[in-house]
Nanobody
Framework: QVQLVESGGGLVQPGGSLRVSCVAS????????IAWFRQAPGKEREGVSC????????YYADSVKGRFTISRDNAKNTVYLEMNSLKPEDTAVYYC???????????????????WGQGTQVTVSS
């Protein structure tokens, strides 16, 4: 069992940057998939980015490609999501998730993940 705790959310102006973090209570090195999802009010949870730990490949939703970067620090059991050029439509609760398996064509499907954090709110507004 692993617990995930996100932090770093907040209010940021359009065009600004923010980095959210996810700290795991134990090692994340044995999970094959580490991902960030987000959920806006009235919308379904959507995959934002995923890191395949076996080969280091990263995956991004088209809506964030070129603006967001996922990374990890195994020594700190921490996953990061660096968000740049933020837009109002990026406003959502951001969740980190880890999974024992990885599917390149299904990384953005929430049911593929085994553990979730409680989320951190990101609001992009002027």
């Amino acid at each position: 069992q692993v617990q995930l705790v996100e932090s770093g959310g907040g209010l940021v102006q359009p065009g600004g940057s923010l980095r959210v973090s996810c700290v795991a209570s134990g090692s994340i090195s044995h999970f094959y998939a580490i991902a960030w999802f987000r959920q806006a009010p009235g919308k379904e949870r959507e995959g934002v980015s995923c890191l395949s730990t076996s080969d280091g490949n990263t995956y991004y939703a088209d809506s964030v490609k070129g603006r967001f970067t996922i990374s990890r620090d195994n020594a700190k059991n921490t996953v990061y999501l660096e968000m740049n050029s933020l837009k109002p439509e990026d406003t959502a609760v951001y969740y980190c998730a880890v999974g024992f398996g990885f599917w390149a064509t299904a990384w953005d499907q929430p049911h593929r993940y085994d553990y979730w954090g409680q989320g951190t709110q990101v609001t992009v507004s002027s």
